[in-house]
Nanobody
Framework: QVRLVESGGGLVQAGGSLRLSCAAS????????IGWFRQAPGKEREAVSC????????VYANSVKGRFTISKDNAQNTVYLQMNSLKPEDTAVYYC????????????????????WGKGTLVTVSS
């Protein structure tokens, strides 16, 4: 089973940028769609973005569209989330998750849940 470790979180001012990384081990990401999720204090977890196994399809939540970019480097077995123009409401613990690929995964819509999860990285955006 694939294991995931997130990194790259931290404290940033509003308008700033961060790049999160999701490093995988135990299996190759060639066979997985990857999602980024976040959970803010006192709120439910929400799906932020998703990328399919070959990286050709990406999906974003409306709240981050145009500001966040997901990308997948299968050679490095890593998925990235570039976050620009950050807002205080982006403050949350960010998790990456993996799902074994299947037709339609991360094509046209976000996935509400996935099989394998990392432990998360905290992003704090100050105003």
């Amino acid at each position: 089973q694939v294991r995931l470790v997130e990194s790259g979180g931290g404290l940033v001012q509003a308008g700033g940028s961060l790049r999160l990384s999701c490093a995988a081990s135990g299996d190759t990401l060639d066979y997985y769609g990857i999602g980024w999720f976040r959970q803010a204090p006192g709120k439910e977890r929400e799906a932020v973005s998703c990328i399919n196994a070959n990286g050709a399809s990406t999906v974003y939540a409306n709240s981050v569209k145009g500001r966040f970019t997901i990308s997948k480097d299968n050679a490095q077995n890593t998925v990235y989330l570039q976050m620009n123009s950050l807002k205080p409401e982006d403050t949350a613990v960010y998790y990456c998750a993996a799902e074994r690929t299947r037709p339609g995964l991360c094509v046209g819509s976000l996935v509400p849940d996935m099989t394998s999860w990392g432990k998360g990285t905290l992003v704090t955006v100050s105003s």
